[in-house]
């Protein structure tokens, strides 16, 4: 009774912090925590430290790359590819803001991509929904794929908390393939949905008045032709030499400094630190090369949501850390028997926790922790990373919101019935496909 309680809880803090986005739900964990300790007496549990640091430190270097312009770069690139592939742009489109989130490790990027993205499909007569829908869905699913993300860096220190040593390599080997090809099934599906805008007599009703098309049919802003200062190359450069060096360095820990443990045997630094200096590094090198100005660095978009995760992670993950450390024995019993038999059931799990927190970090700051330590095999755990992408299930999340802001057609929308909404079905398609994908690269890989 009293863990049904102590759940009921957790629910309560999960579900009315998300009603107040990633700090409100950091803040409302905290009266989760309360209770837990003061009423049902349960021992606090630890705030993932070493996670938070990294995570801090990848977010500064974030902040740093759009604030030089770097960022600016990459779209650049990214919008002379699908402007060059004007007709493939429903599968286009989805890879592209997939491989930007993976570039960069936030999904926020996609905004800028949208308006491009209606641009070229308009233009084409292809109804914007087929690859707008599928390219909000595919830029979340890049976080899991991303070795600068929240999400991975979550999973490399919850790992090695546990006492699986993967490296950054190992794991991408993984998310890569799976949330790759979970994106490319989804926009291939995409690819014929929906009724052409020719026989579509809702959109031909629209655009019967006059201002209604020149709305529809209206250019969208392009950085196309835009002449962009060298130092924002500079600044994309800097940021790709300083992953190659942590893909190197995680690969090949034998170039690790070595110290002596308590044991007195020599051990190299963990990959967590690593990756803490090297994205300080790189946020040091942009700095000076690229002239930035460090004031700046707080304004920036992907700075801000990134300490949003940061604070949103803190508050989950010691809340959540302090429920399942009073009841680990049961869970290692029961979770560790049904997930034996049922290993599908971890994927139901995540699915679920990610969309009643609405993030993927803070999904992985629940569930991974609780799985690794019931004794879950983690290659099972692996297997299914993308099913922590759940949030598109209802259409409330800020991407989606957005793309269906910028689809001036209305092609994209919420439909009557709320879950039959614009999507669903790419979303699913992506989930499932990529689950299927990473357990098979996890037994081949891990």
């Given at each position: 009774m009293e863990m049904f309680l102590g759940f009921v809880v957790l629910l309560l803090c999960l579900l009315i912090?998300?009603?107040?986005?990633?700090?409100?739900?950091?803040?409302?964990?905290?009266?989760?925590?309360?209770?837990?300790?003061?009423?049902?007496?349960?021992?606090?549990?630890?705030?993932?430290?070493?996670?938070?640091?990294?995570?801090?430190?990848?977010?500064?270097?974030?902040?740093f790359l759009q604030t030089s312009g770097g960022l600016t770069v990459m779209l650049q690139y990214a919008e002379r590819f699908l402007r060059n592939n004007p007709k493939q742009v429903t599968i286009l489109a989805p890879l592209t803001t997939w491989f930007l989130t993976v570039l960069c490790g936030t999904g926020h990027v996609v905004y800028t991509m949208f308006p491009i993205i209606y641009d070229i499909a308009i233009k084409q007569n292809i109804r914007p929904e087929r690859p707008m829908a599928v390219a909000s869905v595919a830029s979340q699913m890049g976080i899991c794929a991303s070795p600068v993300s929240v999400a991975i860096v979550s999973i490399v220190g919850f790992m090695a908390t546990a006492g699986y040593h993967y490296t950054v390599l190992q794991i991408l080997a993984v998310s890569v393939p799976a949330t790759g090809l979970g994106v490319l099934f989804a926009a291939l599906?995409?690819?014929?949905?929906?009724?052409?805008?020719?026989?579509?007599?809702?959109?031909?009703?629209?655009?019967?008045?006059?201002?209604?098309?020149?709305?529809?049919?209206?250019?969208?802003?392009?950085?196309q032709g835009q002449q962009l200062p060298k130092s924002y190359f500079h600044a994309m450069y800097i940021f790709f030499c300083g992953i190659l060096v942590i893909a190197a360095l995680g690969n090949f820990p034998d170039l690790l400094p070595h110290f002596p443990d308590a044991k007195g045997a020599m051990k190299a630094i963990s990959m967590t630190a690593v990756i803490q200096m090297v994205m300080l590094l790189v946020a040091a090198v942009i700095l000076f090369v690229c002239k930035v100005k460090?004031?700046?660095?707080?304004?920036?978009?992907?700075?801000k949501s990134g300490i949003v995760a940061l604070v949103s992670v803190y508050g989950v993950a010691w809340m959540a850390n302090t429920f399942f450390g009073a009841h680990m024995t049961f869970l290692r019993e029961f979770l560790g028997n049904a997930v034996a038999e049922y290993p599908w059931a971890f994927a139901v799990i995540a699915f679920l926790t990610s969309k009643l927190v609405n993030s993927q970090a803070a999904a992985i700051a629940i569930v991974f922790p609780m799985a690794l330590g019931v004794g879950m095999d983690p290659v099972i755990v692996m297997s299914f990373i993308s099913a922590c992408y759940g949030y598109f299930f209802l259409p409330t999340y800020p991407s989606d919101l957005a793309c269906i802001g910028f689809d001036r057609?209305?092609?994209?929308?919420?439909?009557?019935?709320?879950?039959?909404?614009?999507?669903?079905?790419?979303?699913?398609?992506?989930?499932?496909s990529g689950c299927v994908v990473g357990f098979i690269m996890a037994h081949i890989v891990l």
């Open positions: 912090g998300v009603r107040h986005g990633g700090i409100g739900l950091a803040v409302i964990s905290g009266i989760g925590l309360v209770v837990f300790v003061f009423v049902f007496g349960y021992k606090p549990g630890s705030p993932p430290i070493d996670v938070m640091l990294t995570i801090l430190a990848v977010v500064t270097c974030a902040g599906w995409s690819y014929r949905r929906g009724k052409d805008l020719d026989k579509d007599e809702r959109f031909q009703e629209f655009i019967k008045d006059p201002e209604n098309r020149a709305y529809v049919y209206g250019d969208s802003e392009s950085l460090a004031k700046d660095v707080g304004n920036s978009q992907v700075f057609s209305g092609t994209t929308r919420i439909g009557k019935y709320i879950l039959n909404h614009s999507f669903m079905i790419p979303g699913l398609i992506g989930v499932i």
